[in-house]
């Protein structure tokens, strides 16, 4: 496939602000759906295109047996292709085979669990699990968060673009207060070494840099976890310091599990955020107090929480309990 089409396909995701992320996914699945049906130039591409975008779907579904959300991104990504990109949008309905979507019960830790994970955790990676727990935080709004989103007086976190390109504001556990204050001592200390050695800038959202050309250097704009190495921002070129990668993340918690013996439950970074909902729900917060805090645009999402607080399924004692 010609390397002009992804750069095009890079030019108007980021004209658009998309994220890194979603822009190397749209990216992925575009090469992966060419190479699928052997394109080899942009006219095949535009050539009877619902039924190559039908055809690749239904592919997904029924020979990769990828989730509904997987197939959903790839849809997004071949629509954003075709209208954004070559404009020449999709005229037909999409009639491919569908991926079943599952409902999943969340996966949740006790109290007890919580803190002997947490405990297992040490550095930076602790401080970070106690905030995804403590403020039901998703791990990439966490590692995302500023130096000025954290309000100690008003013991609150501000979450900036969250999903859905949502803000919103939750709770910041007074707990973490001393030990938050500790950790932005030290990382404005990097910073400060940054700026000496002509670096320290941060990278902002959308067209803040040009309406605030000093801002990029500013203190309350860098990152409340920035990675330990400076790096070449890919759409930009400059070098900057980022903020933490959440693999290395991830795998202090996979260790901590195996450690604290519950490797019987399949628990991440997201488990974290639904003990949050879940252990608020059962001190008896309202469920729109928690639909808020978690950022959720339907109240229906928040309730799949409320199965925590029902003893048996459904809230029904099992008959042979009637026994004993």
Not at 75 to 83: D, P, Q
Not at 296 to 319: A, N, R
Request: aromatic residues 8%; proline residues 4%; glycine residues 6%.
């Amino acid at each position: 496939m010609s390397k002009r089409l992804l750069d095009e396909m890079r030019d108007v995701l980021r004209r658009r602000h998309y994220s890194i992320h979603t822009e190397r996914s749209y990216c992925e699945w575009v090469v992966r759906y060419v190479s699928y049906h052997r394109m080899r130039s942009r006219d095949e591409l535009l050539l009877d295109p619902e039924s190559k975008v039908s055809g690749y779907l239904t592919y997904l579904a029924v020979k990769c047996d990828v989730a509904g959300s997987t197939q959903n991104q790839a849809l997004n990504a071949l629509v954003f292709l075709y209208k954004q990109v070559l404009s020449f949008p999709l005229k037909e309905a999409i009639n491919a085979e569908r991926a079943s979507k599952k409902a999943k019960i969340p996966v949740v830790m006790t109290r007890e669990e919580v803190g002997r994970v947490i405990n297992l955790i040490t550095g930076n990676h602790r401080l970070i699990c106690q905030l995804l727990y403590g403020s039901g935080l998703r791990i990439s709004e966490c590692l995302r968060l500023r130096v000025k989103d954290v309000d100690f007086s008003m013991a609150t976190v501000i979450v900036r673009d969250g999903k859905g390109e949502k803000d919103r504001v939750t709770t910041f556990p007074r707990l973490l207060e001393s030990p938050v204050r500790r950790h932005l001592k030290h990382v404005e200390a990097i910073h400060q070494a940054d700026l000496d050695q002509g670096y320290g800038e941060v990278y902002l959202p959308h067209a803040l840099a040009k309406k605030y050309p000093n801002a990029a250097r500013d203190w309350c704009w860098q990152y409340v976890f920035p990675s330990q190495n400076l790096s070449v921002d890919p759409r930009g070129g400059k070098t900057r310091r980022h903020h933490l990668d959440p693999s290395p993340v991830n795998k202090a918690i996979k260790d901590a599990v195996r450690q604290a013996g519950i490797g019987d439950k399949r628990i991440s970074s997201h488990t974290f955020r639904h003990s949050f909902a879940t252990h608020l729900l059962q001190r008896g917060t309202d469920i729109r107090t928690i639909q808020a805090l978690l950022g959720h645009s339907d109240v229906k999402t928040t309730m799949i929480y409320t199965h925590i607080l029902q003893q048996g399924g459904q809230g029904v004692p099992s008959p042979l309990d009637d026994l004993i």
